[in-house]
């Protein structure tokens, strides 16, 4: 169960990996989307069509990472909905959570990637991320949400993603305190919605707002004075999402009395992930700190 998959691996490799068995189409950017079986994963890139700068090792070491896991007897999916809830709505059955733990106890992120929600793409800014939060020791979890249904539905999904976090803490091994919400494009309008209304708004429980967002590369601009602290990134050539948009929702933020970390990366576009080998390089860190700073200490403090 344990074999690594590597860059000349084929995307039917991945498919019929026994550690993805059971929701491996999930980890595709669509459930319905047709492959070549025989496509090397060192081209997994041009199933992102909204995406730069993708790098194949950084997505095969996320890969890779849940492999160990799985091979550990570690559950790395878990479904977010109860199969009635999937009967009485069945775009949920694409739906779903992977882990990547860290210390037993410590507090989670969840990350919503992007896609315009017309995919999502995980495997470049999903897994990666997850993998370098975790490294940190924090525990991290993956959304797959629905696509082709909105931003409503998508967001949907996230909050019902933190109120499964939050209802099986104790199994999970999860703190449910000063966690934080992460999305990069879509993700990011998904997570900053939540930011700003909290998570009932969205059909989730009645549960605290997170400690920090975490948002790349989006054009959203609604925003209130009781957001929570903000960590912002894009890229200074962006043509999807505005930096100009991003700069004028951040200097919003500050006038509210909104704490806010802002990073604008040159020679990048729009998608760019990681950043690895690129001006944004190591922005995950600097984000991971500004949590602790912001959200994490802030909350250890207040009590």
Known sequence: ????????????????HPAFAGFAPLLLPRTDMEID???????????????QNVEPSDV?????????????????????????????????????????????GAPFAVIAPGGGFSYVGSVHEGFPYAVEINNRGYNAFVLRYRVGYGGTAATQDLAAAVSYIFRNAGALQVS????????????????????????????????????????????HSEYSADDPPTFAVVGAQDGIASPA????RVQALKQAGVRVEYHKYPALGHGFGL?????????????????ERAGINRTSNAR
């Open 60 to 104: 095969v070491k996320g890969l890779n990472r849940l492999i160990d896991d799985a091979g550990a007897g570690r559950q790395v999916f878990f479904d977010i909905y109860t199969e009635s809830e999937k009967q009485q709505e069945p775009s949920r059955k694409q739906t779903g959570l992977l882990v990547f733990r860290g210390r037993p």
């Open 1 to 16: 169960m344990n074999a690594h998959l590597s860059m000349d691996d084929r995307m039917g490799d991945l498919m019929a």
């Open 37 to 51: 079986q025989n496509a090397k994963l060192g081209r997994i890139g041009s199933l992102l069509p909204y995406h």
């Open 275 to 291: 950043g690895t080998g690129t001006s944004a390089e190591g922005w995950i860190g600097d984000a991971v700190r500004f949590w």
């Open 176 to 219: 449910t305190e000063s966690y934080s919400l992460w999305g990069s494009s879509a993700g990011a309008r998904m997570a900053a919605a939540i930011g700003t209304h909290g998570v009932a708004r969205y059909g989730g429980n009645a549960i605290p707002k997170p400690s920090t967002v975490v948002m790349a590369y989006t054009g």
């Open 245 to 248: 948009t991003m700069e004028r």
